[in-house]
């Protein structure tokens, strides 16, 4: 086949796909899924006849532009760039018109009302609900009059979002600095073996001086904050990377033009839907009912968390000045004299851990751990992949059956984008032929090996890597046999963080740590007094952290309900959002970043992502998953953490299930009863332990 992006027959062929192969394959696929869409309007109303074939055009066409999506993400470069710009309205287009079609609308609901409703199975019978409500958030019931304002709409968000977030790569991989010996002073060796790297690799210095060169990817700029005793160094790299993509850049890059257009089409389009706002839309397909309910559990977590805030920042303060000589903390003194502050009271040090996390161990202890909960077996393999970095694994059942597929990519490099997620390549589903097998992408932005080692890991990548596993695990684990509510697809966005938050508090325990951890040079595991150490030191800044996720999702949940531009403020675009965003800060934060800080313009998830008046569903998600979690902790005593029992009641109930029910129903079926907050506060030292 010469095409590869047309191959459905296995894994994506990602060593042969180029840019070139974007436009044929989609305009092909395209036509495919338009002729499908033709024959459902006029097939009988059967989930055989009607549903089947338009999910099996459908998907083709996900599948290849899921591929196309990935590389745009890991891989890009200029001409995979314009390929995908220039495919990406003809998507976007499809699926506003599938989403609009009327015929297709009318024949779910005469599926719904048919006789044959009654005998679907519940994933099936979910699946035609969650159809019915998409077709009605998609604009189906629009009069056709307002239909092609309503896709011109679609078109020009999904344009921009990409954009959003090319800007964001863009302004990022565009600063560097580099430095003499004189400014490298408390920079981990680690750090500056690769800042040396990547320095050598530019054109050699004439005058035979080292030097260094540091970047806005968070293996290179996290340690300067943390460590550098450079404090113009720290800013440097703080007011680069807290400007990125705003009006003191490049002008193509500035995201304050976009942000100010996607607020007001969101808007256009809630209005177009009959509701006052986007976050009302964005809330229809979630767990939480209303905006105002969002904003109290935000309020009263907020409430709990704020004297333990004003506790570490008066700590960090007090200390900064007594032993740092810091009298006026600034920004870029933030993480210094934090991991200052917390190896001075717990005797340890970040960079000491990392060493015990070689990913030669990490990888293989993570596997280890959720084979014994689920009774599951991970092997590598080998499969084409889009960078020589990228491994590929497989998952089998106890009976050696193939349950699924993933794609680890773990170092940051210049054409990836920023953070850690994961995707689905492709979903579960019942073929003819027998099962869909599902294939997940799981991506990181860590350091990768330097000098010869193996890569090491903080422990806070590692609990990133954990929880990227628990989506992975999500889509994998699954045994729904339909792909619409297959893994996660169909699960409530507010509740699709419980498997992925879940994961990370493994990396907590003894239990799981003694087999995973070797220190990279002695081989020694690690020490028990160190581990009691980090424990003690888990709640460090919890306060903070969570004051800082939810003022990050109250600005969210207010910029697409309650904010009015034009009521905020006439000053020039942009600034009414900022305003917006200090007000926020004034009533839940008790840091403040400098006037200059531009974070909405790198704030992708809501801007890039899905999580647009969603951002919330992380702490929201949070009190399901450390509730979830706390039934381990239940019989941790009696039967260890890794209790197989309690894992194949998590993996039937939660993880199984997909989003085939609702996420409240799935999490009681686990539990055994409603959500409490109680273990969240627990676990965040909020509450006695
Ligand atoms: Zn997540």
């Not at 459905?8 to 180029?18: K, M, Q, T, V, Y």
Request: glycine share 6%.
């Amino acid at each position: 086949m010469p095409n590869p992006l047309l191959d459905f027959s296995g894994l994506p062929r990602f060593s042969e796909i180029s840019a070139e192969h974007v436009a044929p394959a989609m305009e092909q696929l395209l036509g495919e899924a338009r002729g499908a869409m033709r024959r459902a309007e006029d097939a009988p109303a059967t989930w055989e006849r009607f549903v089947r074939p338009l999910e099996d055009a459908t998907e083709r066409l996900s599948r290849a532009w899921g591929q196309v999506e990935h590389l745009h993400a890991v891989l890009d470069s200029p001409a995979l760039r314009e390929a995908y710009n220039a495919s990406l309205p003809k998507l976007t287009q499809f699926w506003t018109e599938l989403g609009q079609n009327q015929r297709l609308f009318d024949k779910y609901r005469e599926l719904k009302a048919a006789p044959e409703f009654a005998a679907l199975a519940p994933a099936r019978k979910k699946l035609v609900e969650n159809a019915l409500r998409d077709f009605r958030l998609g604009g189906a019931e629009l009069p056709a009059a307002l239909k092609p304002r309503y896709a011109a709409i679609q078109e020009e968000l999904a344009s921009l979002s990409a954009k959003f977030s090319e800007n964001v790569l863009d302004a990022t991989n565009a600063f560097s600095i580099v430095v003499d010996k004189d400014r490298i002073s408390g920079i981990p060796e680690d750090a500056l073996a690769a800042a040396r790297e990547a320095a050598m690799k530019d054109e050699a210095p004439t005058d035979g001086r080292p030097r260094w060169k540091f970047n806005l990817q968070m293996p290179s700029y996290f340690p300067v904050m943390q460590y550098a005793e450079d404090r113009a160094l720290r800013e440097s790299l703080y007011r680069a990377s807290s400007t990125r993509a705003s009006e003191f850049g490049k002008p193509e890059w500035d995201n304050t033009p976009l942000i100010a257009r996607v607020l007001e089409l969101r808007k256009e389009d809630a209005q177009l839907l009959g509701y006052p706002n986007f976050a009302e839309v964005s809330l229809v397909p979630k767990m939480a009912q209303t905006p105002r309910q969002v904003i109290e559990f935000l309020g009263d977590l907020a409430a709990r968390a704020r004297p333990f805030a004003e506790r570490d920042l008066a700590e960090l303060k007090s200390f900064a000045a007594a032993e740092l000589g810091i009298g006026n903390l600034e920004a870029w003194d933030i993480a210094y004299a934090s991991e200052k502050l917390r190896a001075k009271r717990y005797a340890f040090s970040d960079q000491e851990v990392k060493q015990y996390f070689p990913e030669t161990q990490v990888l293989p202890g993570m596997f280890e751990l959720v084979q014994k909960l689920y009774q599951i077996r991970i092997t590598g393999q080998s499969a084409p992949t889009w960078h020589k970095d990228v491994r590929f694994f497989d998952i089998r059942g106890a009976g050696d059956e193939l349950i699924g597929g993933f794609y680890v990519d773990l170092y940051a490099r210049e054409t990836k984008r920023g953070g850690a997620w994961m995707d689905g390549a492709i979903s579960r589903r019942r073929l003819e032929a027998g099962i869909q097998v599902p294939v997940a992408y799981l991506n990181c932005n860590f350091s990768g090996p330097v000098g010869g080692k193996p890569a090491l890991f903080t422990h806070d990548e590692v609990i990133t890597l954990f929880h990227e596993f628990g989506h992975g695990l999500h889509h994998l684990l699954t045994r729904v046999e339909d792909l619409g509510v297959a893994g996660i697809n169909g699960v409530e966005w507010d509740a699709v963080e419980l498997p992925s938050q879940f994961m990370e508090n493994f990396c907590w325990e003894w239990e799981v740590l003694e087999n995973m951890t070797r220190h990279v040079d002695s081989g020694q595991p690690l020490p028990r007094a160190l581990y009691e150490r980090m424990l003690a030191a888990k709640n460090f800044q919890s306060g903070l952290a969570t004051l800082r996720q939810i003022e990050f999702s109250l600005f969210d949940m207010r910029l697409h309900s309650d904010f009015d531009p034009e009521a905020r403020c006439s000053a020039p675009a942009g600034s009414a959002v900022l305003d917006l965003l200090d007000e926020v800060r004034r009533e839940v934060a008790v840091m403040f970043p400098p006037a200059w800080n531009r974070f909405p313009n790198s704030f992708s998830h809501i801007f890039a992502g899905g999580y647009a008046a969603g951002y919330y569903g992380y702490k929201w998600a949070e009190v399901l998953s450390a509730d979830a979690y706390s039934a381990f902790e239940d019989v941790r005593e009696s039967k260890g953490i890794l209790d197989a029992g309690t894992g194949r009641r998590f993996r039937d109930e939660i993880l199984a299930v997909g989003g085939s029910r609702p996420a409240a129903d799935s999490f009681r079926a686990f539990r055994g009863r409603e959500p409490r907050v109680d273990a969240l506060l627990r676990h965040s030292g909020m509450i006695p332990a």
